[in-house]
């Protein structure tokens, strides 16, 4: 069956300028999450929708970043005025149902978007 | 600081060749995973530790988790080249369904 896509694969912008990500979690997922990999790092927890709502945003790093999933299945990430910083791989992933009692629920990932901000 | 240190950052063994890297942790946590990721792909879940002590054989990856929730370690048999990626652990914090990740191991394994 088919797993999470992105789209791009790949997004080379200039600073200053707005980009979207898209992420196509697995149909029927209803928890979707977006990461940031820098290079050399583990993923970065950016936000997580529970559905159509955002349920946790605390790691987007300010204000530039947004994310929406307005049917509760694809979801766009959005970046306002872009800086090289902000170079990275953007992760999604989804997964069937929260954890329960503590445990972790498995999350299924993208390939990843990596955005270049020259 | 970060939550979870792995160790070491880099590896680069012959095929045939056996090893161990490890997650560490100062704090206790409930349950935590462990993901291969290969160059261009997102990370893919290995399994899944819950229980102080437990031991998980995936064919030539052993897991095991420490008797205190706050280490754990993956050990592969007679590595191949196709064990070659980026391994990482995670786990849950403050109950939430946002993973923290290690920044992971980076191995390579050599024909």
């Known amino acids: 069956g088919a797993g999470v896509s992105q789209t791009p694969s790949n997004k080379v912008t200039e600073k200053g300028k707005y980009v979207e990500l898209r992420c196509d979690p697995i149909s029927g997922h209803t928890a979707l999450y977006w990461y940031r990999q820098s290079l050399g790092q583990g993923p970065e927890f950016l936000i997580y929708f529970q559905g159509t709502g955002a349920a946790d945003d605390s790691g987007l790093p300010n204000d530039r970043f947004f994310a929406v999933r307005p049917e509760g299945s694809v979801s766009t990430l959005k970046i306002q005025r872009t800086e090289r910083g902000d170079s990275a791989v953007y992760l999604c992933?989804?997964?069937?149902?929260?954890?329960?009692?503590?445990?972790?629920?498995?999350?299924?990932f993208g390939p990843g978007t990596r955005l270049t901000v020259l | 600081t970060q939550l979870l240190e792995q160790s070491p950052q880099f590896l680069s063994i012959q095929e045939g060749e056996n090893l161990t890297v490890y997650c560490n942790s100062s704090s206790v946590f409930s349950s935590l995973q462990w993901y291969r990721q290969e160059p261009g792909e997102g990370p893919v879940l290995l399994v899944t530790?819950?229980?102080?002590?437990e031991v998980k054989k995936l064919k030539r990856l052993t897991f095991q988790f420490g008797d205190a929730r706050k280490d754990s370690s993956l050990h592969i048999t007679a590595a191949q080249p196709g064990d070659t990626g980026l391994y990482l652990c995670a786990l849950n914090k403050g109950g939430s369904e946002k993973l923290v990740f290690g920044k992971g191991t980076k191995l390579t394994v050599n024909p």
């Open positions: 992933a989804s997964s069937s149902t929260p954890g329960t009692s503590g445990r972790i629920n498995e999350q299924f």
């Open positions: 530790v819950v229980t102080g002590g």
